[in-house]
């Protein structure tokens, strides 16, 4: 099953719950939410007190994306306010394996995100320890950039790894993808899609995420 997970960095902050609520009626299965703390990344976001306030208001998979250094300091807190999924960049920890092991105690899915530069050969080790892999098409820290081809080459690598290896974890990819680069994207064999500015810049936000759906199913 292809996944959307539509990220609330784009969407009109003055009426979330209305914004969540509209993308979760249209089918939206995952929230994707981004952590910025302003030193990993240029940016800073909202922290496990927002997470906590839209908790009630959404079935939907909370997966996090922490942007953030030291991301173990802030593990518990994000489980605490009703996080699904947990991730953190690999070039943020030092022992993968642990913070992977630590999500687990906490009784969240543990993925590992990699930005453009980084090599697969940076998470090559971990993989038997994740629930996802997230892979940054763009640099991490804004919404509305356009998609690196480099980054999207190393999916169907990465997918080759799984299949060799035969592991089971849900690949995941965040920044610059659209409905024009839809099936491209889908084509590498990826099954989560990130998309922030394609669906909440849109003018009709679910009719969007509709769209979204649409095109997934010729994949399924
Ligand atoms: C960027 C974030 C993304 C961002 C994607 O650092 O991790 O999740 O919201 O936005 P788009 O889909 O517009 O590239
Ligand atoms: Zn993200």
């Known amino acids: 099953m292809i996944i959307?997970?539509?990220?609330?960095?784009?969407?009109?902050?003055?009426?979330?719950?209305?914004?969540?609520?509209?993308?979760?009626e249209?089918?939206?299965?995952?929230?994707?939410?981004?952590?910025?703390d302003g030193h990993f990344v240029p940016n800073i976001t909202f922290g496990a007190p927002v997470v906590k306030c839209i908790r009630p208001i959404s079935k939907m998979v909370f997966d996090v994306h922490l942007m953030i250094e030291n991301p173990e300091k802030y593990l518990e807190d994000f489980a605490r306010?009703?996080?699904d999924i947990l991730n953190v960049h690999a070039e943020t920890v030092d022992d993968l394996k642990a913070v992977m092991n630590t999500i687990h105690s906490l009784?969240?899915?543990?993925?590992?995100?990699?930005?453009?530069?980084?090599?697969?050969?940076?998470?090559?080790?971990v993989l038997e320890d994740v629930d996802m892999v997230l892979i940054m098409t763009v640099y991490p820290g804004f919404s509305g950039q356009k998609?690196?081809?480099?980054?999207?080459?190393?999916?169907?690598?990465?997918?080759q790894i799984k299949?060799?290896?035969?592991?089971?974890?849900?690949?995941?990819?965040?920044?610059?993808?659209?409905?024009?680069?839809?099936?491209?994207?889908?084509?590498?064999?990826?099954?989560?899609i990130v998309a922030g500015s394609a669906v909440f810049s849109a003018e009709n936000p679910a009719q969007a995420a509709k769209d979204f759906l649409t095109v997934f199913k010729e994949y399924e």
């Open 26 to 36: 249209a089918g939206a299965q995952y929230l994707h939410l981004d952590v910025m």
């Open 107 to 125: 009784g969240c899915k543990a993925g590992v995100t990699i930005k453009p530069d980084t090599p697969l050969s940076a998470i090559e080790g």
């Open 163 to 192: 299949k060799d290896k035969g592991l089971d974890f849900d690949i995941q990819i965040d920044g610059g993808v659209g409905i024009g680069n839809l099936k491209e994207v889908l084509d590498t064999g990826v099954n989560i």
């Open 81 to 83: 306010a009703g996080a």
């Open 4 to 24: 959307l997970a539509p990220s609330l960095l784009s969407a009109d902050f003055s009426k979330l719950s209305e914004e969540i609520k509209n993308i979760e």
């Open 147 to 159: 998609l690196i081809p480099e980054a999207l080459a190393k999916i169907p690598t990465l997918n």
